[in-house]
């Protein structure tokens, strides 16, 4: 639970930290699209040294966000077994009744291992170097047009940051029964997967009952307070764009580019 980073702020004073929430999100989403443009190991070397880049400049620890990789271990090792063994295309090294290894596949497995890792450690990036609210208030301000259509985008906005606040709480709640329950004597980490499942009810149980207090307490202190979600509210720091913004654009663009001419060939890379 320590190695999940949404919610979670690192505060340094850098480059990164000081671009406006929706330039991030916006470069967050060209990455997204930049790493399922790319279909080869020049377009991936592309991607990895511009995070790299990106990283350095925030000047957060590497080790940081390489532990929220920790998190989607199993997703990514399923991905990569699933890929290798039905795969069907290429050079066949070994099959077996439905399952068929080729080395495409397993290539094509890397491939998509490479790709998780890169959307974890680039949305790891944006939590870590953009508070919960500035992120939420970003969201909103870039979700304005749906309130043409009648969408409630302030309400959205302020579920969101609540629920990115209290992600740290929970996490910390966590730990908190975890190691009340091993001062009982319970194990969680012996028996098999069964055993493992049930011992989770412990934990469970109180998380439910401690998550329904905190929001029934949330509630009462908002309603106290005789909070309102409107679009009238206003921000005590308002969203403006400044010169880091128009340089973090070209430089995201000018990446956007070069990823599109790999992937047309224009630099004449093989796969």
């Known amino acids: 639970m320590r190695d999940i980073a949404f919610g979670q702020y690192y505060p340094k004073n850098s480059f990164v930290h000081n671009l406006d929430p929706r330039t991030k999100i916006f470069s967050s989403i060209v990455l997204i699209v930049a790493v399922f443009l790319v279909d080869n190991y020049w377009g991936y070397v592309a991607c990895y040294s511009f ?135 319970a194990a ?23 998550t329904f207090r905190r929001a029934d307490e949330l509630a009462m202190a908002l309603d106290s307070r005789c909070y309102n979600a409107t679009d009238k509210r206003t921000k005590m720091k308002p969203l403006k764009f400044s010169y880091r913004d128009l340089l973090g654009v070209f430089i995201i663009g000018a990446f956007l580019t070069i990823i599109i001419m790999i992937k047309l060939g224009f630099f004449g890379l093989i796969q």
């Open 51 to 185: 995070l790299a880049i990106m990283i350095l400049a925030s000047r957060i620890p590497i080790l940081s966000i390489l532990k929220t990789i920790k998190a989607v271990l199993v997703i990514m090792l399923i991905t990569f077994v699933i890929n290798v063994l039905f795969y069907k295309s290429g050079h066949v090294y070994a099959q077996w009744w439905i399952f068929t290894i080729t080395r495409e596949g397993i290539i094509f497995g890397v491939y998509m291992i490479l790709r998780i890792v890169f959307l974890v450690m680039s949305m790891s990036l944006l939590t870590f170097t953009t508070t919960p609210m500035a992120l939420t208030d970003g969201i909103e301000n870039l979700l304005k047009p749906l309130t043409l259509i009648k969408i409630p985008v302030h309400d959205l906005a302020t579920i969101m940051s609540i629920a990115l606040r209290f992600i740290p709480t929970l996490t910390e709640e966590v730990d908190k029964i975890i190691l009340a329950q091993k001062a009982r004597g």
């Open 188 to 210: 969680f980490d012996t028996g098999n997967i069964f055993k493992k499942a049930k011992a989770m009810l412990p934990i469970l149980i109180p998380l439910f009952v401690s």
